[in-house]
């Protein structure tokens, strides 16, 4: 009797090794597939982008935010499932400052509802302020995302905070466009 509980025992502890072993890669795809986002700057999950113009965006952001010692992200979405664009905006932005000098800015994009949502963290909200700066900022893309250009319009958002937050730097004070003009 004893002989025959060893081996259900042994057979059920071999078919659990067994299922371990057969999981752990993708428990292991899993984990790397979580990292990886955790460090991207494009997280498409709408699917807007060819895979070029996703690498593209990718090492522009990626180098933008190392120029400038942030996080800066642009992040579609399939469905915001009832939420606000604003609300997930926000998670992220905070989500992505941790660890960053000069903080976070991420560009919410659900193209179901037609809408988008700029979120910067505290530290990136001194660089470009929600008053004049967003507006702004937004003004440099949005133009394309009406037209479903996404790849242009990311690229103009990109080179727009780029611009920006580079005057900062050299200025120590947030851009504004109204600064520019001509008063007659």
């Known amino acids: 009797m004893k002989r025959e509980q060893r081996n259900f025992f042994s057979a059920v502890l071999l078919s659990l090794i067994l299922l371990l072993a057969l999981a752990a890669p993708a428990l292991s795809e899993a984990a790397e597939k ?58 992220f932005a905070d989500k992505f400052a941790v660890g960053t000098e000069n903080g976070a800015l991420v560009l919410l994009v659900a ?29 440099q893309f949005v133009p394309s995302l009406k037209e479903n250009k996404y790849a242009e319009g990311f690229t103009a958002f990109a080179a727009a905070v780029d611009e920006m937050v580079t005057y900062y730097e050299k200025e120590g004070k947030p851009f504004n466009p109204d600064a520019f003009l001509l008063t007659i």
């Open 34 to 91: 979580s990292r990886a986002q955790a460090d991207a700057c494009v997280m498409d999950d709408a699917g807007l982008l060819s895979d070029a113009d996703e690498s593209s965006l990718e090492k522009t952001l990626a180098d933008i935010g190392t120029a400038h010692k942030a996080r800066i992200v642009v992040y579609t979405v399939k469905d915001l499932k009832g939420e606000k664009a604003g609300t997930v905006a926000n998670r």
């Open 111 to 139: 193209p179901k509802e037609r809408d988008f949502y700029i979120s910067t963290d505290n530290k990136m909200r001194t660089r470009i302020t929600d008053d004049n700066g967003i507006e702004h900022l937004a003004g």
